[in-house]
């Protein structure tokens, strides 16, 4: 079983920008990949970004490369999110997920089994 606790989301204008946290507890030697995704009110939860925990190698989005950046500290069992240049449209639920199933890099989000609760992400114009 696997814990996570999101953290740092706020409110901030265009352009600004935020770091989510993520706190990983449990059994985490299990975990092959995590990712970010979020949920906005009347859509679908998207994929934002994931990364390998064994290679490091991430993924992301097309709407948000080159402003968000995932990272990951295996020795603090974290991962963040930095989010820069943000817009209107970034504005939504973030969940921080993970995933210890092959194959799991490239935000499938049927590959994640454990999830946070949220943190919210608000963004005005």
């Known amino acids: 079983q696997v814990r996570l606790v999101e953290s740092g989301g706020g409110s901030v204008q265009a352009g600004g920008s935020l770091r989510l946290s993520c706190a990983v507890s449990g059994s985490t030697f299990s975990i092959l990949c995590m990712g970010w995704f979020r949920q906005a009110p009347g859509k679908e939860r998207e994929g934002v970004a994931d990364i390998s925990t064994l290679d490091g190698r991430s993924y992301y989005k097309d709407s948000v490369k080159g402003r968000f950046t995932i990272s990951r500290d295996n020795d603090k069992n974290a991962v963040y999110l930095q989010m820069n240049s943000l817009k209107p449209e970034d504005t939504a639920m973030y969940y921080c997920?993970?995933?210890?199933?092959?194959?799991?890099?490239?935000?499938?989000?049927?590959?994640?089994?454990?999830w946070g609760q949220g943190t919210q992400v608000t963004v005005s114009s």
């Open positions: 997920a993970a995933s210890s199933r092959s194959g799991c890099l490239y935000l499938g989000r049927a590959l994640y089994g454990d």
